[in-house]
């Protein structure tokens, strides 16, 4: 697992609100600071620019681990739609009766302390989908995870 020292999100919006987001550890501050100024926003996950950043980290110590770009809708322009499942936000408790073969691609009893937050829908009582987020950044060395 890799320590968190950095994430850097653009946000891109249906009506055209566009923004960076970054959270750094204090020792990359100014590398991070200087790459989201160097680039307009719709380039700082593309090649080369990626290399300038993977460099100056490498300086350091760090490697790029993971990119992610987001597309928010228009909250205007959405309309319920129906579902014949219930869904259920799942937290780590709910997990518990989950730890079953069917369910090992997402889940896995030997790290359970990892997974924290999912979404299952339901028919009946019977789960037919799930998503799931796991804390996928190691939380050693006083580094914070995901």
């Known amino acids: 697992m890799f320590p968190f020292i950095a994430y850097i999100f653009t946000i891109h919006w249906a009506i055209g609100l566009i ?4 959270s750094v550890t204090e020792d990359v501050r100014e590398i991070v600071t200087e790459y ?9 996950f593309e090649t080369p620019n990626l290399h300038w950043l993977s460099n100056r980290l490498d300086g350091n110590g760090y490697k790029i681990c993971f990119m992610a770009e987001y597309f928010l809708p228009d909250i205007n322009n959405l309309r319920p739609i129906s579902c014949d499942y219930k ?25 359970k302390h990892l997974d ?26 006083g580094a914070v995870g995901k």
């Open 36 to 44: 989201v100024g160097k680039y307009e926003f719709y380039h700082l």
């Open 87 to 111: 869904i259920r936000v799942l937290e780590q408790q709910d997990f518990e009766k989950l730890y079953l073969p069917e369910w090992s691609n997402a889940l896995c009893k030997d790290r």
């Open 116 to 141: 924290l937050l999912g979404i299952g829908a339901y028919e009946d009582e019977k789960l037919n989908f799930f998503l799931h987020k796991e804390k996928w950044c190691a939380q050693e060395n």
């Open 19 to 22: 923004n960076v987001v970054a």
